[in-house]
């Protein structure tokens, strides 16, 4: 198996930087997957290629000459609801629409996989490239494991990668176990009666509920998490009433993102935390409603599948990086690596690199072809 990207690049590049002229939020990808779909099509020349998997998602598969092992290999379409600052001529024609989190590239890399696979089928075994919709609201994961396509698949690995700013370019990051940290969201509505401002009394306002849950939510972690248990929950959000001076408010609703690095260890925080409103409520005589919206499973490795990314790191002469504790944000990589051995791995993009999800991110091109040649040397590594 050849590994001639260098060919290939300035296509790849010219693609990532349309892809994010034209980014889409999760759930509405439908121009980003036709665009990936032609491309597959009209450059890669899949064995099979299916769309609408989970929504948008679009898979690929190349077939070697024998039968080996089945490797899925994974990116994400969706971009974020965060405007595009950046001074190019591919900035973000969708306002308020950016690739802010470099799925862009991540799209990008895949593709140069399938151009290669194009060129030069694996000696044995089976490729499939995964385009996955929804990543951002962790929906997407779970709808594309339900789709009968993919579960046709019965994939033996699976991999991902995801850049990285603050690390220097090119680096690979790994870790076993725990790469990633589960997370989910919740809303908790408040609601009483209104009243006028003058006579509050003859209302029930939220007011003081809302209060008490922002400060009894942020202290959680503190005093309801053992030492060797490390939890976050974060106030995102809280709103009362409306702009309507005469009015005692009638409703409230706090938000927040609950952290955990288990998967067990979030669902009792989740209880924690809404037996805590529950109580505030009852305490306030109010009536309480709630909503957990975009889970996120923690993303756990595969040790195997880790000792795979070294190995392909070291063959590539990458410098390789061991993570000690993991990231604590979320991807919901995790629910593939709950049921499929794989890894996801880290690549460097700059230690000075804007943040993720800051408006003047951009996808460097110029890593590109390590990630294509990290995914095509771990498909060597495995079925060679």
Known sequence: MTFDIETHLPQLTSFRQYLHSIAEVSGSENRTAQAIESFLTEKAKPDEIYNGVGGHGIIATYRGASDGEHILLRCELDALPISDEIETEYRSKSDGVGHKCGHDGHMAIICGVAMLMAAERPSKGTVSLLFEPSEETGRGAERVLKDQVFQSLEPDYCFALHNLPGYEPHRIVVRDQVFAAASVGLEVEFQGETAHAAHPEEGRSPAMAMAQLV??????????????EATKVTVINAELGERAFG??????TVRATLRTYDDELLTSLQERCLNIAEGIAQTYDLSIDHRWVEPFSATKNAPKAVDIIRKAAEVQELDIREKEAPFSWSEDFGHFSREIPGAMFGLGIGENHAALHAETYDFPDEVIHTGTLMFMQIIKEINS
């Open 247 to 252: 009015t005692s408010p009638g409703q409230a």
């Open 215 to 228: 400060q009894a939510l942020s202290a959680v972690p503190q005093y309801y998490s053992a030492l060797d």
